[in-house]
């Protein structure tokens, strides 16, 4: 039976040795073809069978030059057989036999994100270790130096954020410019680009057709962001970048979403995001629509959100497209993340709380923070239960200059040392258990104070052996530590902040002993 089996691989689909896969990787089936018509209007789709009757139909994509691609990528160690379904005849029934899913050997990679159903205010990878979100937005990262060949300065910001422990990147498939800084202003101003996803250009496009060399060139920095363990958070519409979309509810949007979904839904690193600055789209109902048509064209359902459109996420017949939520708060940073998980029990995402300045000053976006503010705001949001976004003035929309280093990048490594270190899944917002400051407690095993001020009063009730906890101060700006002097009592009253700390506000970790 193998014999026969290896005999249909090679007579059918050409293949003469067996194609190994790593779990939670990708490989690419090619096929060459000749089309009539537009080729970017050929369904292709691969139906894989696998170890315990696992089953996928995974749509195929165009790739130029008479190829088409299959992307796959299993979850499941063992064989898998693979079978095409196309309405061209050249691209329909062709097999391969001979498909290994060898074991995952790379330590970043983990399997796509998922919410976690025991804790669904949080997340954890497919394989099941534990997801703290770090986030940064880098709107043009696949647009900076699309030119060139070795693309050093996408690979250089990749490099910075994944030396500091961000993995979440929120990332444009396309913009075209901004308004505040039209044209390319300076040598670190990558809008508008010079390679656009349709073919013709962002004036005169021809939506019918993509263009393959575009997508080819964004596949590389998909690989670098999975190479390094980093989420990539694609927003596959943006409202306020000029674009020249294809128009709504046509043909020709539809078929743009659906390249989009079947070329990158093989990577494991991605989460779908329907678009930034949503609330633009006053069309609800389409935004459902899309939404739900990514879903049905994504085999491995890869999750989905939208970028901040608040009227969606609070109706209920709209939010149940979405599996987490993205919201862009300015103002009210814990209250609206309080607000949103009592709306729907799902893992909050505030992605645009504050602008970080550069620390050279360049043409860009006009509002902006110092550090000590944009941390500030994190350390608030996450002690709400919420995760954050990291965004540098340097490195946002059309901006990309990742060196100096700006000073928030270690900062926020900082806090997601501090709190990942914690039981934080189990972690609820528990302020009532503090004057002085915000809480994130599991009462009874874990505290984390955050104080701006001279002083905190913290309630350890059902802390046993309170005498016995674990505690420590951190400077949240330098990360130098201290031991408080606990007294044992069940209320600890008036804890001072160290006085070496100066004005860094504090955080305060209490662990029961162990």
């Not at 879903?295 to 969606?312: C, G, P, S």
């Not at 954050?388 to 900082?414: C, I, S």
């Not at 001279?454 to 330098?478: F, H």
Request: charge should be negative.
């Amino acid at each position: 039976m193998k014999r026969i089996l290896l005999f249909l691989a090679v007579n059918v689909c050409g293949y003469t040795a067996e194609t190994a896969i790593q779990q939670y990787h990708s490989h690419d089936f090619a096929f060459g073809a000749q089309a009539v018509g537009n080729p970017f209007d050929v369904t292709l789709e691969a139906e894989f069978t696998g170890p315990n009757g696992a089953r996928l139909r995974v749509p195929g994509f165009y790739d130029g030059g008479g190829v088409w691609r299959i992307r796959f990528s299993p979850a499941l160690e063992g064989q898998w057989f693979m079978r095409t379904i196309s309405s061209l005849a050249a691209l329909d029934g062709k097999a391969e036999t001979a498909i290994s899913c060898t074991p995952n050997r790379h330590a970043a990679i983990h399997g796509g994100l998922r919410v976690d159903p025991a804790h669904p205010y949080h997340f954890r990878y497919e394989d099941g270790t534990r997801y703290f979100l770090l986030g940064y937005e880098a709107d043009w990262l696949w647009g900076a130096d699309m030119q060139d060949p070795q693309r050093a300065l996408m690979h250089r910001l990749i490099g910075q954020m994944a030396g500091r422990g961000f993995n979440h990147v929120i990332v444009n498939v396309y913009a075209h410019d901004t308004s505040w800084s039209p044209e390319r202003k300076h040598e670190w101003d990558w809008g508008p680009a010079p390679v656009f996803p349709w073919e013709g250009s962002n004036e005169k496009p021809d939506h019918s057709r993509l263009n393959p060399k575009f997508f080819q060139i964004y596949d590389g920095m998909m690989e670098a962001l999975r190479e390094k363990g980093i989420v990539a958070h694609i927003m596959i519409k943006v409202y306020n970048k000029m674009v020249n979309w294809p128009e709504k509810w046509s043909k020709d949007e539809e078929r743009y979403f659906r390249y989009v979904v079947a070329r990158y839904q093989g990577f494991s690193n991605v989460v779908w995001d329907f678009s930034k600055e949503a609330h633009n789209e006053k069309d609800l109902l389409l935004q459902r629509h899309l939404m739900e048509f990514v879903r049905a064209n994504d085999a491995y359902r890869r999750l989905i959100t939208t970028h901040d459109d608040d009227v969606f996420y609070w109706t209920p017949e709209l939010n149940r497209a979405v599996d987490f939520r993205t919201d862009q708060q300015h103002t009210h940073w814990p209250e609206m993340i309080a607000f949103d998980r009592a709306i729907r029990r799902y893992p909050v995402l505030n992605s645009e709380f504050g602008y970080e300045r550069g620390v050279d000053k360049i043409p860009s976006y006009r509002v902006e923070h110092d550090w000590q503010e944009q941390l500030r705001r994190a350390w608030l949001i996450y002690l709400a239960g919420g995760y954050g976004v990291y965004y540098y003035h340097n490195t946002a929309w059309d901006v990309v200059k990742p060196d100096p280093e700006p000073p928030g990048m270690q900062r926020f490594q900082l806090l997601k040392d501090t709190l990942s270190s914690l039981p934080y899944w189990r972690m609820d917002p528990h302020d009532e258990l503090a004057v002085g400051g915000p809480c994130l407690a599991l009462p009874g095993e874990a505290y984390a104070f955050y104080l701006e001020g001279a002083q905190i009063t913290v309630n350890l009730t059902g802390l046993e052996q309170p005498e016995k906890a674990r505690a420590e101060w951190v400077d949240t700006w330098t990360g130098a530590r201290a031991k408080p002097a606990l007294s044992g009592a069940a209320v600890e009253r008036l804890l001072r902040k160290p006085a070496a700390f100066k004005d860094a506000p504090a955080v305060l970790i209490i662990e029961k002993a162990r």
